[in-house]
Nanobody
Framework: VQLQASGGGLVQAGGSLRLSCAFS????????IGWFRQAPGKGREGFSC????????YYADSVKGRFTISRDNTKNTVYLQMDSLKPEDTGVYYC????????????????????????WGKGTLVTVSS
């Protein structure tokens, strides 16, 4: 199983970035994909997920209205479009394969005790300057 997040970088507040998560090695229709981030000195936090066929998306309040998650299973890739970035969005961003959860997808990515059950990729650093 492999997941790899990419597309991070340095951006000014108010700017945009598009992250990608390339995945392989598992049956995609059994897994939702979540996005997580870890700010400097803090723990990893989930904030968005998309169901296995891309039919449903969920967001934490902290990113709702600014971030958009999408999925292209023909390319084995999940995207995260991040607009109106804020300095507090700074951190290392990770994607993970989450066992299919449907409407509970956002619960799955925000419940820390479940993180050991997920397949994780290497992260990509996003830095938002003020």
């Amino acid at each position: 199983v492999q997941l790899q997040a990419s597309g991070g970088g340095l951006v000014q507040a108010g700017g945009s970035l598009r992250l990608s998560c390339a995945f392989s090695g598992f049956t995609w229709d059994y897994y939702d994909i979540g996005w997580f981030r870890q700010a400097p000195g803090k723990g990893r936090e989930g904030f968005s997920c998309i169901t296995e066929r891309g039919s449903s998306t969920y967001y934490a309040d902290s990113v709702k209205g600014r971030f958009t998650i999408s999925r292209d299973n023909t390319k084995n890739t999940v995207y995260l479009q991040m607009d109106s970035l804020k300095p507090e969005d700074t951190g290392v961003y990770y994607c993970a394969a989450v066992p299919r959860a449907g409407r509970e997808c956002i619960v799955a990515v925000t419940t820390h005790s479940r993180y050991d059950m997920y397949y994780w990729g290497k992260g990509t650093l996003v830095t938002v300057s003020s």
